[in-house]
């Protein structure tokens, strides 16, 4: 079973500064960084509730060679993803945006 995923307008800016920072730190990173993330949310994609359960609606996946954090809902027939955050910053930051 593969569900549709759909990003919230502030995993999108996630998404977008993280790649933007790795582009600036070495040429090519930030296609490196958004190629694993692809895997993964193709992954969450085909096994959404494979991931670790955070709070009563959420889950949680992480990428395996940057230090980064998925946070979505499954929701009916389509996955939210609500953030894409770096591990070390505070977890409650993407419960802000529900």
Do not use: C
Not at 24 to 47: A, M, R, T, V
Not at 69 to 75: E, P
Request: no cysteine.
């Amino acid at each position: 079973m593969v569900t549709r995923v759909d990003f919230s307008d502030e995993a999108k800016i996630d998404l977008l500064g993280i790649n933007d920072w790795y582009e600036f730190q070495k040429h090519n990173l930030g296609q490196e960084f958004h190629n694993e993330l692809s895997i993964l949310i193709s992954k969450i994609s085909s096994n959404p509730l494979h991931y670790k359960i955070i709070s009563k609606h959420y889950r949680k996946a992480t990428t395996q060679r940057f230090p980064y954090n998925i946070f979505y809902k499954v929701d009916d027939d389509k996955i939210i993803v609500v953030a894409i955050l770096h591990q070390k910053r505070h977890p409650s930051i993407w419960k802000k945006r529900l």
